[in-house]
């Protein structure tokens, strides 16, 4: 394998700051933790949830990081990265992914996948965890649509548990007189908080230490100039890292100071 002359320079074992970390690898910072805790909640409770955070505030891995602790066996995931697939085609991807073949017509198919969300529940005694990644990109048709299949009314229903995870956006359109029978349904909401200085610097020192490296490299006033420009928020502060440290390579430091931040972050805010 071609190693990145970078990775090289320090030493490293891997690429630090990859977008693919495995959930045991995963800063446990609060509120990772407090999401991973609503989730669990909402899944042992069949409950529906609401998770909001900034793009790239770690949704998606505290969502994965959930999901990893769940007994495979008595739990199906339905996982939906990508909702803009139309009312019929959430419906669809339900029904899909509990083993059937989809039935052509809209009512037959929302029947359809009410008795296959009962029956995983009911005969084989598996919990039904419907999860809606960038549920923020719903239309209000859908949201109705995710408003019947929680409707306690239904047998069904009742024992799936919902997770809608997206940008802050979503919890305002919730918000809306339009939504309030869904919106009241709403068990538990959460916002994902960036991360403030003292755990973007534990950020820095994680993924570093994972890769083999557990001394030091990042100056104060190079993790305090990275985090600023990041927001706190992970994928961009992996970005800006990355950047520093292939700055300091080119410059032959042994260390990420200050300078090398400012080039990481010059050349990141350039257009
Ligand atoms: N708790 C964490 N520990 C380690 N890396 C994280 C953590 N949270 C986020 N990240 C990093 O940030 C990236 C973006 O997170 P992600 O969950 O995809 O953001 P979102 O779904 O909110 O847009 C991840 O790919 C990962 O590299
Ligand atoms: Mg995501």
């Not at 407090?34 to 069949?46: D, H, L, M, Y």
């Not at 990508?82 to 991807?93: A, C, D, F, I």
């Not at 949201?143 to 995870?165: H, P, Q």
């Not at 309030?180 to 959460?190: E, K, N, S, W």
Request: proline share 4%.
């Amino acid at each position: 394998m071609m190693r990145a002359p970078w990775a090289t320079h320090f030493g490293f074992t891997k690429l630090p700051f990859s977008k693919t970390v495995s959930a045991k690898d995963l800063l446990d910072r609060a509120s990772h933790q407090e999401a991973v805790a609503r989730i669990r909640f909402c899944i042992a409770e069949s409950l529906l949830g609401v998770i909001t955070g900034e793009v790239g505030v770690g949704k998606t891995v505290a969502l994965r990081a959930a999901i990893s602790q769940l007994d495979p066996a008595a739990h199906h995931i339905v996982y939906l990265a990508n909702p803009t697939v139309g009312t019929r085609g959430l419906y669809v991807t339900i029904v899909r992914a509990l083993g059937a073949m989809p039935r052509g017509f809209k009512a037959e198919l929302v029947a359809q996948a009410y008795t296959l969300l009962a029956a995983e529940e009911q005969e084989r005694r598996r919990r039904v965890v419907l999860v809606i990644d960038e549920a923020h990109l719903l239309t209000p048709e859908q949201l109705e649509a995710i408003r019947l299949l929680t409707n306690a009314d239904m047998d069904s229903a009742a024992s799936c548990s919902l997770l809608l995870v997206g940008q802050p956006t979503l919890a305002r359109q919730l918000r809306l007189g339009v939504f309030a029978a869904l919106d009241q349904r709403i068990a538990t909401r959460y916002q994902i908080a960036p991360m403030d200085l003292a755990e973007a610097a534990e950020y820095l020192h994680h993924h570093l230490a994972l890769v083999g490296r557990t001394d030091p490299l990042f100056a104060d006033d190079a993790v305090a100039r990275l985090h600023k420009a990041s927001l706190g928020l992970p994928r961009a502060l992996n970005n800006a890292a990355t950047a520093a440290l292939i700055a300091a390579t080119t410059a032959g430091k042994a260390l990420v100071d200050d300078d090398c931040a400012k080039k990481a972050v010059a050349e990141l805010t350039r257009d």
